[in-house]
């Protein structure tokens, strides 16, 4: 028999590539670089995530047969990739074994240390089990640190379906390498309103004046707001703005186009 090799000896599978981090059968080492984001997923009917804030749970799927799912959003460094990715976890599982390890004084928050995620099972989804294991502490390697700066990502803009690695978002999501996150210690992110708050609106906006809907546009998109689209409305405004144009909506054609809501 002749002793031909099918593959060369330094061949390696290529990577995917992707933006989102999936969790493949063995072993799969993480080190996390973010809070996470919390919130519900839902699926529409063209087999698309919608996803909620935590405090807005959907009464009820969208799809019957696809349940609403918890999840947990973050920013991890991939060491089979070797590169930054999002990491969405709706395992309970893996949510469980990280919250033992943020539980335990001899852990504490995961930014310290690496994460094996260990996936093992069949093809049935009920066989499917998780294994968390911490490994020492250790500070964050240099690159690491160094390819989260050059990947800036906004994780909240997964509650708008839009990409959280897209260059036109005027904010980031903090990363924390050290003790303290590397960006400012104030929140450098806001909550934006769900879809349906986003379809509310729009309602109750098409029964204004269109010179007053303009003027509450053009209030939002100045500094230190910088809100260029509706999607974009931080949640702490979300009830002052309804409140003002539900009064404007009973008398249309009122002679005061104030933005009475900023007040």
Known sequence: MHAFKFLPDNYEAPRSGGQYMKIQKG???IR???EPIIGWEDWNI???PVRFEYANKPLSPLVSDKPVKHFWAMIVWNYSEEKIQILQITQSGIRKGIETLCNDSDWGA???YDIKIIKTGGEDPKSIK???NPLPHKPTPPHIAQAFKDNPCFLEALFVNEDPFASHWGKKTPG???EKPQESPEKTTKMFISDLQVKELESIFAKCDASYVKSVKDTLA???MNVQNITQLPVDLYEKIKTAALKKSIVPKSNSND???IK
């Open 27 to 29: 072993e799969n080492k």
């Open 32 to 34: 996390i670089l973010s």
């Open 46 to 48: 063209d087999k698309k």
């Open 110 to 112: 995961p930014y310290f």
């Open 130 to 132: 998780y294994q968390v």
């Open 176 to 178: 924390i390498f050290g």
């Open 222 to 224: 100045k500094d230190p």
């Open 259 to 261: 933005v009475d809501w």
